[in-house]
């Protein structure tokens, strides 16, 4: 089944009511009117851009206001991204405790990602994993795949120790395994500089729920992908990791998934009481992953 905008070649035209249709017909694909989503912006260029979630509903997310309002913005250099999972009620923010309930899985799939996906698709067809419900086409190179679940079946540990497998066995971004995890939101365009503002387009699959012994027979992430290094490198001693290098990989992490920066400045003041001044030291580490990033401060999404 073709994908719902078929532009594929370096000058693709501005935005459609085919991508329109798209982000509206992905969003009623997936998604219960009533599910509370994060809808998120990133933005890529300018003095003002920076990371803004809100929550919405599905039925406020498909109305047409609001979409014109997000392919203003998409438009304007910030890029769209939805969560996976629908998020409780009374409450606007997206840690793991946020989450209603695991209703499904992503597989991001950035190095090899023609070659990857076609292994993935091939082991669909030949019965070792079970059908996805979506695969999207992020850039020209890069593709997600997407499975529904069964949420009676699943918690939050378990979905995301699949992931990881998933992510080891098929050479997916292992970082992109998380249930709190945003993707980006077919019907828009890619605004990360080196990806030549390519539409974000989807194919809808057959797949149905899942369940997690369909996923059992996965080896473990360590075991799924041989690292890619030359022989030199197996005798070259690996320098452990501090606490701090943890830290600085972990917000730049939640960063590109659009959490908020007060909030990680927030959870690194409170873990990390062994510092002289941990308010300072959580303001810095977020202020330089930002920068890092490229982002700085954008424009609210309205929640209505």
């Not at 991204?81 to 899985?105: A, H």
């Not at 080891?168 to 395994?177: A, F, Q």
């Not at 943890?246 to 998934?257: P, S």
């Not at 990390?272 to 959580?282: E, I, L, V």
Request: cysteine-free.
């Amino acid at each position: 089944m073709p994908p719902h905008v078929a532009g594929t070649s370096p000058k693709d035209p501005p935005a459609t009511l085919g991508e329109t249709n798209a982000a509206v017909g992905y969003l009623n694909a997936l998604y219960r009117p009533d599910d509370r989503l994060a809808i998120v912006a990133v933005g890529r260029h300018g003095p003002d851009a920076r990371v803004e979630q809100r929550v919405v509903t599905t039925r406020v997310a498909t109305r047409p206001s609001y979409q014109r309002f997000l392919r203003h913005l998409n438009a304007t250099g910030h890029d769209i991204f939805v969560s996976m999972n629908p998020i409780r009620p009374n409450t606007r923010s997206r840690e793991k405790g946020d989450v209603l309930e695991v209703r499904r899985l992503q597989l991001d799939l950035d190095k090899k990602g023609p070659d990857s996906l076609k292994q993935v698709l091939a082991d669909v067809n030949a019965g070792h994993l079970p059908g996805p419900a979506a695969v999207i086409r992020s850039s020209r190179q890069n593709y997600q795949v997407i499975w529904h679940t069964d949420p009676s079946a699943w918690t939050p540990d378990a979905a995301e120790d699949t992931m990881r497998r998933l992510a080891g066995l098929y050479g997916g971004d292992s970082s992109v395994s998380d249930v709190t995890r945003v993707m980006r939101l077919p019907g828009f365009r890619n605004k990360k500089p080196e990806r030549d503002d390519a539409p974000v387009v989807w194919t809808p699959h057959d797949g149905g729920p899942v369940r997690p012994e369909l996923f059992s027979h996965l080896p473990p992430p360590e075991q799924a992908a041989p690292a890619r290094r030359d022989n030199r490198a197996k005798n070259t001693p690996r320098r452990e990791l501090s606490q701090s290098d943890r830290d600085w990989a972990y917000v730049k992490d939640q960063l590109r998934g659009g959490a908020q920066p007060q909030r990680l400045v927030a959870h690194l003041e409170q873990t990390r009481q062994d510092k002289h001044n941990p308010r300072d030291y959580a303001e810095r580490t977020v202020r330089k992953a930002r920068a890092a990033l490229g982002l700085t401060q954008a424009r609210a999404i309205p929640a209505r």
